[in-house]
């Protein structure tokens, strides 16, 4: 039997619990879910209507027909939109996920109504994107892009100092996998991975064999003259297309920081 899932509203007067398994798990961009919850949308779960139980508050819902064939339920004390049900599938109850206090059996695997979207959403996952009358239609030209199939797997850097030179790399803000005095290992967003392994320091002026780039150049300068790394000053003509600043490594190298200039598409 599996675990059965509580859930509620924001003030505790409904609470309920659903026992798995559900049927779906879908993220709605529709215009009625995003008015009536103030939200750029909604992540429901169906559940057949037996398995929804409530523990208390049933009496404290209030029940709005929002459409000829359907209601959407909420606390009538603090607001929380718990339910919506339609008479076009009568045996399920669709209920926000949010709502509730444990783990659901899966995860959002949808899109629907992705075509109504607010057009300040931004949406960067990879799961289908269905829309059209009935909301689960799909919608040619709206395939989510692909993250480009290949990454960058390895660079490769020296220092006298494998540990101090990893402190400062895990500063900048890679995450550190592994650091002794003769090795260590820094993992980069879209998976590269930085190998520190022991040597000589590195020339006066000497560059890091590779740069790096960052989503708010700004920011990233202001954290790290915080930190302590002591940037340089930021540069508008260094590169084409890119606002930069160098930082000085343990290792003797000088690491270029720059702005990001991406497609704008997911990578
Ligand atoms: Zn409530
Ligand atoms: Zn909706």
Known sequence: MPEAVSGGCLCGAVRFRVTPPTLFCAHCHCSMCRKSHGAAFVTWFGIPRERLAFESGE???????????????FCGRCGSSLFCESARHPDTVDVVLASLDGPL?????????????????????????????????????LAPEPRPG??????FLTAPDVEKTGAFFAALGMRELERTPEFALYELRGGTHLLLFPGATADPGAS????????DLDAAHARFAAAGLAPGPIDAARTPHHRSFTLAAPSGHAVLVQSS???GKPV
């Open 150 to 155: 290949v990454c960058v797997g390895h660079v």
């Open 261 to 263: 200039h991406v497609s």
């Open 105 to 141: 059996d899966r995860a959002p695997a949808l899109h629907v109504y992705f075509d109504s979207r607010a057009d300040w959403t931004d949406v960067r996952d990879e799961l289908p994107r269905l829309g059209g009358a009935s909301g689960t239609e799909p919608l040619p030209g």
């Open 59 to 73: 009496d404290a819902l209030v029940v709005h027909r929002s459409s000829e064939h359907g209601t959407r339920s």
């Open 208 to 215: 890091a064999p590779f740069d790096l780039m960052v989503d």
